[in-house]
């Protein structure tokens, strides 16, 4: 063979073996890690279920900028060893499934470095980083932040109460309004709905904006959208139940009717990331301006 061919043959080869190469490391970590306990937390646990799609994602979004990052790829051993090495013993020192897993991310970023070099993960951080949303709030937090929901929820619902000009008395998370007593409970939280939404504002703020404080901004506003929903979620019902049958207080609407409601908060959610768009191309129209006119001016 020519030596002009092998050494194209051999250049076409090297991306492909990286491919191969990540691929069996990647499959050797699921063998020697007890993932089952991270499964099992996102099977058993509704507000963790989200968390199985989230690798899909990352994979997901690496394809679409795979031309990008994959652009100049190169072995890194000493960077990809010694992340590995602080990952495996954070594996070792875990005392939960939420630091196992974050043990788990780190080992997997470490084997990307490992087989495509900084360069790459530096373009490919957003997708990498995003793993991170695998790893299980610990309990403490989940409970504050399903507290804080719940909390919301009621307050929103009081109000919608009142807008609605419907007879209630309120004593903490309970309601009393004409002919029943209702609780807002945890279920009514909403927390799983949250952290769904969460995690596609940020998916969206990466795809759809630039302007880093946009980004955050729309992160934010999914919390006051969900807290919204739930409590036009909590009026709707009872008062159905109240003044149509009291069978919607214990029905399938309450039960499994939180679609309809979602649907307003995604539809909350696109129109203010339209706002948010329109915004970021206004400013980029004004300071094209701007410079246009700077620049004829000299």
């Known amino acids: 063979m020519p030596i002009g ?5 051999t250049a076409s080869m090297q991306p492909a073996a990286r491919y191969w190469w990540l691929l069996l490391a990647w499959l050797l970590s699921l063998l020697l890690f007890p993932l089952s ?3 099992n937390t996102a099977l058993q646990d509704e507000r963790y279920t989200h968390i199985l799609l989230i690798p899909f994602i990352s994979l997901g979004l690496v394809w679409l900028e795979k031309d990008n990052i994959f652009r100049a790829p190169i ?10 090495c602080v990952g495996i013993a954070v594996s070792r020192t875990f005392g939960s499934v939420s630091v196992l897993i974050f043990a ?14 900084p ?22 937090l989940m409970d504050k932040a399903v507290e804080a929901m719940q909390k919301g929820s009621a307050e929103v619902a009081f109000a919608l109460f009142k807008l609605a000009r419907v007879p209630v008395f309120r004593d903490g998370f309970q309601f009393s309004l004409p002919g029943v007593v209702i ?16 995690v596609s504002s940020i998916l969206a703020g990466h795809l759809f904006l630039h302007s880093n404080w946009r ?27 109240v003044y149509v049958d009291h069978g919607f207080l214990f029905g399938k609407l309450h039960k499994y009717g939180g679609l309809p409601f979602s649907l307003v908060a ?7 990331l339209f706002a948010l768009r329109k915004s970021e191309e206004s400013s980029k129209r004004l300071t094209n301006e701007s410079l246009s006119a700077v620049a004829s001016k000299d």
């Not at 955050?216 to 009872?238: A, Y």
């Not at 995604?266 to 203010?272: A, D, E, G, H, Q």
């Open 215 to 241: 980004k955050v901004c729309l992160i934010l506003l999914t919390v006051p959208i969900v807290i919204f929903k739930n409590g036009m979620r909590i009026v709707s019902i009872s008062w159905l139940g």
């Open 183 to 198: 609780e807002v409970a945890e279920e009514c939280s909403g927390i799983r709905s949250s952290l769904s939404l969460l």
């Open 104 to 117: 788990i991310v780190l080992i997997w970023m470490a084997l990307f470095i490992l087989c495509f070099g």
């Open 75 to 84: 072995y890194s051993p000493a960077l990809g060893v010694s992340l590995l």
């Open 37 to 39: 306990a991270f499964a």
């Open 5 to 9: 061919l092998k050494s194209i043959h």
């Open 119 to 140: 360069r790459s993960f530096h373009h490919a951080l957003f997708p990498l980083m995003f793993l991170f949303l695998m790893v299980p709030l610990p309990t403490y």
């Open 266 to 272: 995604i539809s909350l959610m696109v129109l203010l």
